[in-house]
């Protein structure tokens, strides 16, 4: 059994990688991956419609496709407005260090519970490396990597809500436990996203009073969505997508008052991208099949059966969930609570759960935030993950070294 399943989804990723490489959009070979474990594990056609019923009858599917949609919307009023630019060049005057914006924005608009928000964050790493020679996977890679940051450590991220209740531990001991790792994932990435950008010199631009207070304008006006969603989900308890929904309609009055009028059509039909939306919808069938034809549950099932000691099973485990699912709640819902039925409380346990689903999820297709930047920068996928997969090994390999000696 254990072969069986194992080698399954080893030819199943197989497929993925191998139509990546001529181009397939990422939806297309997700699906062929996904029917190809339904013909092996099924070939029921009431399976795969009882896959599509789930899928489109979660709240998580509408959710992920609403919040998208918002976060785009999002962007395109602060684009057109001209405050996207103007919080660049407002923050280029504060902060010289271009290498230290590129990692800051990113991981400070990480702090937005938002699936899919890294689509707000790639223009502004487009901005701001609009005169460094990046290629788009150096781009997409350090938008990717540092909006991930705070995984271990906000409160709000729905993986670590899911993760403190299910295994029995509270927020503060258990990001207290984990928030090293946040520190961790910034100077891993610093050293192999950031350090070795060359940043060309440039002429020193003088700005009259007008400008600078029309750039400081357009900063406030881009961080104060940002700052009123994260409220709003914060105290207000509304996800994300409908947070995000509510502050861009109020946000196209802010921009008529200001008079930086931005049209309704072009915010809402400018969002819209049929492409994208198809992607989604493909990867969540996907993790559908993966449930309806039990395949999950056979790699739990499969883990436990074996000789290998508990910290082993949970991180393999937890690291393979976090690949087929792509999202925290994947993995904290299916191996957090073989966590707390094998000791509840156990904040070791817990944390390698934790630190090896999101390695999972940082190193695979299904997950929305990589396919939303790889989409913005058109970079290819397998080349972006390079060296997100290199800082997943260093933050792995020392997480598991001070695990071990600290048990």
């Known amino acids: 059994m254990t ?61 992920i496709i609403f919040a998208l949609y918002f976060v785009m919307c999002l962007e395109i009023e602060l684009r057109l407005s001209g405050a996207l630019t103007d919080m660049v060049k407002a923050l280029r005057r504060t902060c010289s260090n271009v290498k230290i914006l590129l990692a800051t924005m990113p991981a400070f608009l990480g702090l937005l ?51 403190c209740s299910i295994a029995g531990v509270t927020f503060g001991t258990f990001i207290s436990h984990l928030c090293w790792l946040t520190v961790l994932a910034f100077a891993v990435g610093w050293l192999i996203l950031i350090r070795p950008i060359k940043i060309p010199r440039e002429a020193k631009i003088v700005e009259t009073a007008a400008e600078i207070r029309h750039e400081r304008n357009g900063l406030i006006l881009a961080l104060l969505p940002v700052i009123a969603v994260f409220a709003v989900v914060v105290f207000g308890g509304l996800n994300a997508s409908t947070a995000t929904g509510l502050i861009i309609v109020g946000l196209v009055f802010v921009l008529a008052i200001v008079k930086r009028p931005v049209g309704v059509r072009e915010i809402f039909l400018g969002a819209f991208d049929v492409k994208m939306t198809l992607n989604i919808c493909c990867i969540l069938y996907f993790i559908q099949l993966l449930s309806v034809t039990d395949v999950l549950t056979e790699i739990v099932a499969a883990f436990q059966a074996s000789p290998l000691p508990v910290a082993v099973i949970i991180a393999c485990v937890s690291l393979i969930i976090g690949v087929l699912t792509g999202m925290s709640q994947g993995h904290v819902a299916i191996v957090m609570p073989i966590v707390a039925a094998m000791g509840t409380g156990d904040l070791n346990l817990a944390g390698v759960a934790m630190a090896f689903g999101v390695a999972g999820q940082m190193l695979t297709p299904t997950h929305v935030c990589l396919i939303v930047t790889v989409d913005y920068f058109k970079s290819d996928l397998l080349a972006t993950l390079k060296p997100v997969l290199l800082c997943e090994i260093l933050i792995l390999t020392i997480f598991s070294a001070y695990t071990f000696l600290t048990w």
């Not at 197989?14 to 490489?21: C, F, K």
């Not at 056609?45 to 599917?61: D, H, I, K, S, V």
């Not at 990046?134 to 909006?147: D, V």
């Open 3 to 63: 072969l069986n399943i194992f080698l399954l989804l080893t030819i199943a990723l197989a497929i993925i990688i191998v139509l990546l490489r001529f181009k397939i959009p990422i939806g297309a070979c997700m699906l062929v991956s996904g029917l190809f474990i339904w013909l092996v594990r099924s070939a029921s056609p009431l399976t795969l419609l009882q896959a599509a019923y789930e899928t489109f009858t979660l709240p998580r599917t509408y959710d």
């Open 113 to 163: 519970p938002s699936v899919g928000g890294a689509r707000f964050s790639a223009p502004i790493v487009e901005e701001l490396s609009a005169k460094i020679n990046l290629s788009p996977e150096h781009k997409a890679a350090i938008n990717f990597w540092f909006r991930h940051l705070f995984e271990f450590s906000s409160p709000i991220i729905p993986g670590m809500i899911m993760a």
